[in-house]
T-cell receptor
Framework: GAGVSQSPRYKVAKRGQDVALRCDPISGHVSLFWYQQALGQGPEFLTYFQNEAQLDKSGLPSDRFFAERPEGSVSTLKIQRTQQEDSAVYLC???????????FGPGTRLLVL | GQQLNQSPQSMFIQEGEDVSMNCTSSSIFNTWLWYKQDPGEGPVLLIALYKAGELTSNGRLTAQFGITRKDSFLNISASIPSDVGIYFC?????????FGAGTTVTVRA
């Protein structure tokens, strides 16, 4: 596609439920990033992939958060046993290389009740 | 937490006015970027600055990379209704972006 796509766009989960958020990067983009954006704040870095390798996961808030990109294209961010504080917009971005311009998807709005 | 301080937090502007917002940091960045985010969408890149002192324009937008590499400003000239949105500054080191908390711009018609 022309841009980064994410699905679902909206997700409501009950506390304790597992969720999986999908990101389809721009075709040919080597680097993929996940960010978390709390209400009224700027995005915060979660994790970075170069192809299928997860090179930095320092921003993941807890071991309940897990990201993968097994074939170097589509990525999934999984949150296990969701908590109310996980409610946020999860943004995916991709770029041609690590330090190059990052293009963002529309985000997945997660609400944990 | 976020290292960048963005001001003002919000502004109401009259259509046709010039506006300015800025961003400061305690850290040095290699690249400064300005993004705009509309409701329900992801951030869209407006301007990227790669060198200290650089002044770059994109249409009605002008941004500068501070000499100390710890600050940047964004100017919007002759504002129009579609300038409404949230503007974020971001600093880049290697591959990692650090964002400010945003400036919310509302235009009075």
């Amino acid at each position: 596609g022309a841009g980064v796509s994410q699905s679902p766009r909206y997700k409501v989960a009950k506390r304790g439920q597992d969720v999986a958020l999908r990101c389809d990067p721009i075709s040919g983009h080597v680097s993929l990033f996940w960010y978390q954006q709390a209400l009224g704040q700027g995005p915060e870095f979660l994790t970075y992939f170069q192809n299928e390798a997860q090179l930095d996961k320092s921003g993941l808030p807890s071991d309940r958060f897990f990201a993968e990109r097994p074939e170097g294209s589509v990525s999934t961010l999984k949150i296990q046993r969701t908590q109310q504080e996980d409610s946020a917009v999860y943004l995916c971005a991709s770029s041609l290389g690590g330090g190059r311009t990052q293009y963002f998807g529309p985000g997945t709005r997660l609400l944990v009740l | 937490g976020q290292q960048l301080n963005q001001s003002p937090q919000s502004m109401f502007i009259q259509e046709g006015e010039d506006v300015s917002m800025n961003c400061t940091s305690s850290s040095i960045f290699n690249t400064w970027l300005w993004y705009k985010q509309d409701p329900g969408e992801g951030p869209v890149l407006l301007i990227a600055l790669y060198k200290a002192g650089e002044l770059t324009s994109n249409g009605r937008l002008t941004a500068q990379f501070g000499i100390t590499r710890k600050d940047s400003f964004l100017n919007i000239s002759a504002s129009i209704p579609s300038d409404v949105g949230i503007y974020f500054c971001a600093g880049l080191i290697d591959y990692k972006l650090s964002f400010g908390a945003g400036t919310t711009v509302t235009v009075r018609a």
